[in-house]
């Protein structure tokens, strides 16, 4: 077998148009990724009351967990040192347009800077009771909305970096909803009451900003530091404010209690949410589509180029062991791919990112092992779309039809996913689980949050299959092709 | 000269075949997506775009038969032949694409004929109350708009096609052309400007302006001048594949 | 070492043409064999059986007893030319030659070495595609002894070729049959072959038709006939007529003999003191013997216009 690996080699490296397309895989991809990154923009802008303009780039925090979050709201807070509690009624939640995840009740959190680690108990528009806490974490308690009729009671027990969440229809029977260890929270940490509200995802009029109300009496707060005044702050993670603007929101004391109002939400960033300023890293990595191109005619012509000139007889009467030669073209083929889609990868993450960045755009963080994952998984995607085109080419010996079916199935059910937006998700879901493109889940690096509602699409790099399940996929279609191709070769002449 | 590639074309059975491929996918996507497209709370979608939308998958079949008209003379070389029976090459090409493009249209006519009637038959069903007539105009000129689409789709695969010479190289080229412009656009956030000149230069989202009926204020080109992008494309194909013809040896 | 090739009972059809039909013979190693036929006999198609590149739907196809496939390294047992146009246009016959003796385990100064045996040592690192066709053959022929193999198997070598290039080619498959080497070169160009086959396998519409030795052939087609130059005409017909001979008259002062050697011819007219000028052999060329044999199977004539 290695002698068939090395004859395959110099088959390869002997060719100058192959040689020219594998170099054009690293350069294409990084390129285009680089070019398309410094076209997208985000920031903002406005004009003092001077008239002088003011604008920056978008910026977001991160959250403890190390992920980019939304953290803006309006919060009613006193400061609490050590262990203590909140209690409080809720008897009502309105909006100008009540999104499903608006959300009102009473929070703990370190102190009032964005993407600091909190826990809170809230009524949501129409996802009943529920507790949430450092942004990821979200479990539900009653279910049900809240009014007059049907108040909902909750409460947050503060016992050094634990809190714990409870809630009651009828402030006598509690129900523990969950427990929420926040490691490292100072002594002292702001308690109080918040309100929220996504905007509205559908008509995504960020402009009509909605704002949401929560009604709160019975409110009892305890431990040190409490029982003085409470102070109101608009804690924000998007775009300043023009300065003599206060934020969107307020709270006002009733003669019962309290209403909060405010904006915005409390939960991870996610790409495609309307609110959303961070910039998945599949955006980094545009140009793999261009590459994928260059990698199917590649990967065709290594076989298809022999049959068009005869030249497969000589090698399959230098070598009787035809499966065997497909096995060392796919080897080399996929080796060579696999190397220079590692090193366009590599590239092009770092430049885009760069590039994105000078745009004012915020790029997702990523752990050093989902970089690894994301950049090794392109290329091994890469190295499994060049060996499928080859054995296309061994199947239909010709390399229009097999560069064109590779494309069909590869390209056109993302471009279908993508650009079609009237496409049903049923559609466009069944063409990203079956088809070979699964495998661009490889470059999904942010999870679906339920709480956060957004499109969740290919475009904004979710995939409705894990990266290890697309890339089977993958695998499966190569590996059939493959099994296919050596069957036909066996059996045909010549 | 006509006469000569007229007999050429419809005497290759592949030709038929991938005539007839194209139609059928073209109808089956469409009546796929028309089956399944519901009107959501938003609106409806534009019908005749929604019944349309087989071209996408259509158009690559399209493209392929043309890029196969010039590539297979090159592959087998006879090439030779043709061009030592008649010396004067680009009037070769040009007769070439004549006979494409009238197989093209007839083809096209089918497919997008049987794609309107899906989408007549079970859009209605779906939530589509409004549909219009299809004879009225807007939904007349998608229906022929498309015809002309996919013979321009041809035309542009058949210059870059004689150009290129290699048959895998100038599908990679052409289906790369038309469908990774839209995908790289979509990726470019937060840039509406440059979004929207982009699509205007881009050849297939250019073209297919040609299939909308509604919300065509917001397009950034009306459909007549979409399609005329996608006419200078094709023009500017031909042309480099003339020179190419024309400059180097067979 | 030495090695025959034995093809037994091949049959193939492609559709509803029949390509071999029952094909059977020996290729006996020290001798060149010369293969061939009318255009359609199935010359190529039993090549590539042999070389196991098409599949017979019966017959068994061996190389020194054993089946193509099961030979390890087949290139150093079998060297072939099929197709001497069957290369890529961008690489250069170097690095053909190359891929060809790695996929064999073959060293790499073995290149270098058929490169010099096949004379394109100035051309071996330019692009194949700009080869002539004389030049191809050349390197078709370098690819087969690459593996330095006792059995060759080349189809239609002399196409294409000079005078000079059919030359080499001769001298050379002659010289590899005198070292013992099993040789079987295809061609419909009798002129060539004449010269460089010792034995002839002829076939015809996917069968043989004639499995013999060149000169058997020749001396079967010439009818054993002399050719004899005299002005005493008259006199040289009486005598060999009585001596049993047919003499046919066929110009003023030339006669054709029949069924009587020239030898004997000499001794009758020398013992009758009739003088002569010139006696010879009448030896039929190898094309009009295999016109004579093949006349039945011969699928494509021109007709005459």
């Known amino acids: 077998m290695t002698e068939l690996l090395r004859s395959e080699w110099i088959k390869f490296r002997s060719v100058r148009g192959l040689v020219i397309g594998l170099l054009l895989i690293p350069i294409l991809t990084a390129g285009l990724s680089v070019l398309t990154a410094s076209g997208s923009q985000c920031g903002w802008g406005y004009q003092t009351p001077s008239g002088q303009q003011e604008s920056g780039g978008c910026s977001a925090p991160t959250g403890p967990g190390g992920e980019l979050v939304q953290d803006t709201f309006y919060f009613a807070h006193q400061p609490l040192t050590g262990d203590g509690s909140i209690t409080v009624r809720m008897t009502g939640l309105a909006s100008s347009a009540l999104q499903p995840w608006a959300k009102s009740g009473i929070i703990i959190k370190a102190n ?70 926040l490691a490292g929270l100072p002594a002292t940490v702001q308690a109080g009451m918040f309100a929220a509200t996504p905007s509205d995802q559908v008509t995504a009029n960020s402009s009509a900003a909605i704002i949401a109300t929560g009604t709160f009496d019975h409110v009892s707060i305890a431990g040190n530091g409490t029982g003085g005044t409470w102070a109101g702050t608009f804690v924000n993670s998007g775009p ?38 961070g910039t ?48 060392a073209k796919a080897i080399v083929l996929g080796s060579l791919t696999f190397v220079a889609a590692l090193i366009g990868c590599a590239i092009a993450i770092p ?67 993508i650009a079609l937006p009237n496409l049903p998700t049923v559609l466009s879901d069944w063409l990203m689980r079956i088809t070979p493109t699964a495998a661009m889940a490889v470059q999904q690096t942010i999870p679906r949050y339920p709480q956060v509602p957004a499109p969740y699409g290919p475009s904004w790099g979710f995939f409705p299959l894990s990266p290890l399940a697309g890339f089977a996929v993958l695998c499966a279609w190569t590996g059939g092709a493959l099994w296919l191709a050596a069957w036909l070769l066996d059996r045909r002449d010549a | 000269m006509l006469s000569a590639e007229w007999t050429k074309a419809r005497t290759l059975s592949s030709t038929l075949w991938l005539l007839a491929g194209a139609i059928a996918v073209t109808i089956a996507l469409s009546a796929g997506v028309v089956a399944a497209t519901r009107c959501t709370s938003v609106g409806c979608g534009d019908p005749a775009r929604v019944s349309l939308t087989g071209t996408y998958l259509g158009q690559a079949i399209v493209a392929v038969l043309a890029v196969l008209a010039i590539s297979d003379e090159y592959s087998t070389g006879m090439i030779h032949l043709t061009f030592t029976a008649m010396p004067r090459r680009v009037p070769v090409l040009a007769a070439k694409a004549a006979v494409l493009t009238a197989l093209v249209f007839a083809a096209g006519v089918i497919a997008v004929l049987g794609s309107m009637l899906a989408g007549r038959l079970m859009l209605p069903g779906n939530g589509f109350s409004d549909y219009p007539s299809l004879a009225s105009g807007p939904m007349l000129r998608a229906a022929f708009g498309t015809v002309l689409y996919l013979a321009l789709i041809a035309l542009l695969s058949l210059g870059l096609a004689t150009a290129v010479r290699e048959a895998a190289v100038a599908i990679g080229c052409v289906l790369g052309l038309l469908f990774l412009f839209p995908l790289i656009t979509a990726f470019i956030g937060g840039n509406a400007t440059l979004q929207r000149h982009l699509d205007q230069i881009s050849p297939m989202t250019a073209g297919l302006y040609i299939q909308a009926t509604t919300g065509l204020r917001s397009l950034p080109l009306t459909p007549w001048q979409g399609l005329g992008v996608l006419a200078l494309w094709a023009a500017g194909a031909l042309l480099l594949g003339s020179l190419i013809l024309h400059w180097r040896d067979a | 070492m030495e090695a025959t090739i034995e093809v037994s009972g091949l049959h193939k059809q492609f559709g509803p043409v029949k390509a071999l039909d029952g094909m059977t013979f020996t290729v006996q190693p020290g001798q060149v064999t010369g293969f061939v036929g009318p255009n359609g006999a199935g010359k190529s198609t039993t090549m590539r059986v042999i070389l196991g590149l098409d599949r017979p739907d019966d017959g068994t196809a061996a190389i020194g007893g054993r089946a193509y496939h099961e030979l390890k390294h087949p290139l150093r047992t079998v060297g072939s030319l099929l197709d001497a146009a ?28 058929v490169i010099a045996l096949a004379g394109l040592d100035s051309a071996s690192r330019r692009r194949a595609g700009g080869y002539s066709l004389g030049m191809r053959q050349r390197l078709g022929l370098a690819a087969a002894m690459l593996g330095d193999p006792p059995v060759l198997m080349l189809d239609e070598p002399f196409n294409g070729l000079d005078p000079e290039g059919i030359y080499w080619i001769r001298t050379f498959l002659r010289d590899l049959a005198a070292r013992g080497r099993t040789v079987l070169v295809s061609s419909h160009l009798m002129s060539e072959l004449e010269d460089t086959a010792d034995h002839l396998v002829v076939v015809g519409r996917g069968r043989v038709i004639a499995d013999t030795s060149v000169a058997t052939l020749i001396t079967a087609a010439s009818d054993g006939r002399v050719t004899l130059r005299t002005t005493a005409r008259a006199e040289a017909t009486a005598v060999l007529t009585h001596a ?11 006669l054709i003999i029949s069924h009587l050697s020239a030898e004997r011819a000499v001794v009758l007219l020398t013992e009758n003191a009739i003088g002569f000028s010139e006696i010879s052999a009448h030896r039929a060329s190898l094309e009009e013997a295999y016109m004579e044999l093949t006349r039945e199977s011969v699928e494509f004539r021109g007709e005459p216009s």
């Open chain 1, 112 to 181: 009032t800077v964005p993407g600091s680690a909190y826990a809170a108990m809230m009524v949501t528009g129409a996802h009943g009771v529920r507790m949430e806490w450092d942004y990821t974490q979200d479990t539900a308690g009653m279910p049900g909305g809240v009014s007059a009729a049907t108040p909902r009671w909750l409460r947050l027990i503060r016992a050094g970096d634990t809190i714990t969440g409870y809630d009651s229809a009828d402030g006598t029977h509690w129900t523990k909803v969950g427990t929420a260890t």
């Open chain 1, 240 to 277: 300043p404010n023009p300065p003599g603007q206060s934020g969107p929101g307020g709270f006002q004391q009733t003669s019962t209690g309290f209403t909060v109002n405010g904006q915005g939400d409390i939960a991870p960033d996610v790409p495609g949410n309307n609110d959303s300023t």
């Open chain 1, 280 to 327: 998945p890293i599949s955006h980094a990595l545009n140009g793999v589509f261009v590459g994928l191109i260059v990698v199917i005619v590649v990967g065709a012509i290594f076989i298809t180029a022999e049959y068009r000139r005869g030249m497969i007889r000589t090698t399959f009467a230098a070598t009787p062991a035809r499966g065997k030669v497909l096995a």
């Open chain 1, 351 to 417: 430049l885009a990112s760069h590039q994105l960045r000078n745009g004012g755009n915020v790029v997702d963080p990523l752990t050093a092992l989902t970089w690894l994952r994301v950049v090794i998984g392109t290329a091994a995607v890469f190295a499994a779309i060049a060996v499928l085109a080859l054995a296309l080419g061994a199947i239909f010996r010709r390399g229009a039809a097999a560069v064109s079916t590779a494309i069909v199935l590869i390209v056109v059910p993302y471009f279908l996913a």
């Open chain 3, 86 to 113: 069957a290369l890529q246009p961008g690489r250069s016959a170097r690095n053909h030659l190359r891929w060809l003796a790695c996929s064999q385990k073959l060293p790499a100064k073995r290149v270098d070495e």
């Open chain 3, 244 to 254: 049993g001979a047919t003499v046919t008259t066929v110009g003023p002062d030339e």
